[in-house]
């Protein structure tokens, strides 16, 4: 049996579709069963990070797990619940969604990949076989965008038009996550996930464009306003610096380059862009 957290969420989610695709026996762990779709052939095990008794009856005769944690001031201390109660279970393989670049010196000043970084010590010293997948950005993300791009043919960006972000499509991630939970030799191996190629604010525009066939724009925003903006809808303040924390650091670069993972692991290209924008176009208004 082979666990799944986070199986509502973007990774999660294609892992979980990726296993069941492979015919594998797939549990998720899901916090409220009642807005969820369950798909065909998964059982459900209700629970969460903060409820110990909850991950051990989730993990009852599970072999294998998928960690995924969410982006909160709080994932040490919830990931690291989730490693404790493996450890307890007996789990023969942990695969865990860390983040691109967690093992570089010097991440301390992005609490994103500083959490990232602690969470892949906490999962070396627990003694459980692992394996890390280290993605980029998200393509996902844009669907936080999608209103703005259907009903205004815009996307909002701080990013300034010089810089680039070898985005992944999450699909990949799920795909990537599946192999390595259901095929020996990953053990013991942290994999660098990235998109196809490189892209600037104009580039995912042009890519919209042809996909839905309609001119779509990106608006500069001043970090400053964002920040305002997020904060006035609810994201936690922790967030809204870590996100402006990586927003520099895709400034410099450090997040444009493609790595060959994907495409050596999977045996065709990562997913680009367009593949992306067409699963969704729906969604987009296309
Ligand atoms: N987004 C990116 O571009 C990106 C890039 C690289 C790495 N990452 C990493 O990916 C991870 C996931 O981030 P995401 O924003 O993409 O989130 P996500 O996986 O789409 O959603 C988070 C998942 O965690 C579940 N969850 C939240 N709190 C929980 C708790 N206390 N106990 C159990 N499950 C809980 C959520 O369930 P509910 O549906 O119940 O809320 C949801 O399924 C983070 O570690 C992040 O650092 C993200």
Known sequence: MILVTGATGKTGGATLQALTKLGAPVRALVRDPNKWHVPEGVEVAVGHFEDPASLDAALQGVEKAYLVGASTEQQVEQESAFVAAARRAGVRH?????????????????????????????????????????????????????????QQGVFYSSLSPAAKVSHIDALDIGAVAAKTLTEPGHEGQAYTLTGPEPLSDDDIAARFSTVLGRPIKHIQVPLAGTRETMLANGFPAWNVDGLAELWALYETGAAAGVAPDVERLLGHPARSFEDFVRDHLTTFGG
């Open 94 to 150: 942990l695969v865990r969604l860390s983040v691109i670049g967690a093992d570089q010196p010097g991440v301390g000043a992005m609490r994103f990949a500083a959490y990232h970084q602690i969470l892949e010590r906490v999962v070396r010293e627990s003694g459980l076989p692992w394996t890390f997948l280290r993605p980029n950005g998200f393509m996902q993300n844009y669907l936080g965008q999608a209103q703005s791009l259907a």
